[in-house]
């Protein structure tokens, strides 16, 4: 009689959002980087390189990361009012 092995959970990594400060799992954020190009973009498959930062799937915490700096001071750099309503516009269509 074999004994039934449950296999453990795997356990999803947690990130803050810079808009809420709230911990929510990786999965549930979207993720805003700099590219070491210095392009900024929205990586949908949270796996390409460069510094990055976690926003929910709200505008809300979009805003108020803009209007608070966070985004910026995570990116480490300016960003552009045009970048801003480009990333603003493609979070809308990622579901937020």
Same mark, same amino acid.
């Given at each position: 009689?074999?004994?039934?092995?449950?296999? $453990?959970? %795997?356990?999803?990594?947690?990130?803050?959002?810079?808009?809420?400060? =709230?911990?929510?799992?990786?999965?549930? !954020?979207?993720?805003?980087?700099?590219?070491?190009?210095? =392009?900024?973009?929205?990586?949908?498959?949270?796996? %390409?390189?460069?510094?990055?930062?976690?926003?929910?799937?709200?505008?809300?915490?979009?805003?108020?990361?803009?209007?608070?700096?966070? !985004?910026?001071?995570? !990116?480490?750099? =300016?960003? $552009?009012?045009?970048?801003?309503?480009?990333? =603003?516009?493609? !979070?809308?269509?990622?579901?937020?």
């Amino acid at each position: 009689m074999a004994a039934t092995q449950e296999k $453990p959970k %795997k356990k999803m990594p947690e990130r803050k959002c810079v808009g809420c400060n =709230e911990r929510k799992p990786k999965n549930e !954020l979207v993720r805003v980087l700099r590219t070491p190009e210095g =392009e900024i973009a929205v990586d949908r498959t949270g796996k %390409k390189s460069g510094r990055g930062a976690y926003l929910c799937h709200d505008a809300a915490c979009f805003a108020k990361a803009i209007r608070a700096r966070r !985004l910026q001071g995570a !990116l480490e750099c =300016e960003i $552009p009012d045009n970048i801003i309503a480009a990333i =603003e516009k493609e !979070l809308t269509v990622c579901g937020g």
